[in-house]
């Protein structure tokens, strides 16, 4: 069935950066769109970047554009999220999701990966 | 920017039904896409595209939508079904925007 397993999360002082990895199994990755979306504590779900299944097209929220760049390797399987000069608001746990077009709901999330932005 | 509004928080009694709401301009127009946050968990798709339950989601979570307002509802609710809920749609445009709701807490009682 489908998995979705990121990593790389932990702790990073302000203005640093870091990335977080999402390994996908159990269904065709190539075919897909794959989104990166995070939940601050306590709070709501937000979205963050988008990537065609080819990696041709990729969005970003206003939040993050400038600051986070989202990548895959269809070869590996992985999906990934680089995040530069990072605020304490960037802090959240961060989810990796499917969708099989980037107009579609998310059909499948991975657990989380928690990125904590603090000196 | 857009803004789906949910009620805070549902409270209902075992064996009854509940229904969160989700509002916004223009929500005629869009497809609403529902899932489930339980307590540390992920968030589980429970209804795309209006009204659509996806493969194992039990048939008692349906959904509907008239005029501006999308409805969750969740029918013989089980304590299982104590959770967030949050509403999604996604905003055409010349930069992708995919927007969630404020979010529903539903508590059984």
């Known amino acids: 069935q489908v998995q979705l397993v990121e990593s790389g999360g932990g702790v990073v002082q302000p203005g640093k950066s870091l990335r977080v990895s999402c390994e996908a199994s159990g269904f065709a990755f190539s075919s897909y769109g794959m989104h990166w979306l995070r939940q601050a504590p306590g709070k709501g779900l937000e979205w963050v970047s988008v990537?065609?299944?080819?990696?041709?097209?990729?969005y970003y929220a206003d939040s993050v554009k400038g600051r986070f760049t989202i990548s895959r390797d269809n070869y590996k399987n992985i999906l990934y999220l680089q995040m530069h000069s990072l605020r304490a608001e960037d802090t959240a746990v961060y989810y990796c999701?499917?969708?099989?077009?980037?107009?579609?709901?998310?059909?499948?999330w991975g657990q989380g990966t928690l990125v904590t932005v603090s000196s | 920017s857009d803004v789906l509004t949910q009620p805070p928080s549902v409270s209902v009694a075992p064996g009854e039904t509940a229904r969160i709401t989700c509002g916004g301009n223009?929500?005629?127009?869009?497809?609403v896409h529902w899932y489930q946050q339980r307590p540390g968990q992920a968030p589980v798709l429970v209804i795309s595209?209006?009204?659509d339950r996806p493969s194992g989601i039990p048939e008692r979570f349906s959904g509907s939508k008239s005029g501006n307002t999308a409805t969750l509802t969740i029918s013989r609710v089980e304590a299982g079904d104590e959770a967030d809920y949050y509403c999604?749609?996604?905003?055409?445009?010349?930069?992708?925007?995919?927007?969630f709701g404020t979010g529903t807490q539903v508590t059984v009682l």
């Open positions: 999604q749609v996604w905003v055409v445009g010349s930069d992708h925007s995919y927007v």
């Open positions: 999701a499917r969708g099989f077009s980037t107009s579609s709901e998310f059909d499948s």
């Open positions: 223009d929500l005629g127009s869009k497809s």
């Open positions: 595209y209006d009204r």
């Open positions: 990537i065609e299944y080819d990696g041709s097209n990729k």
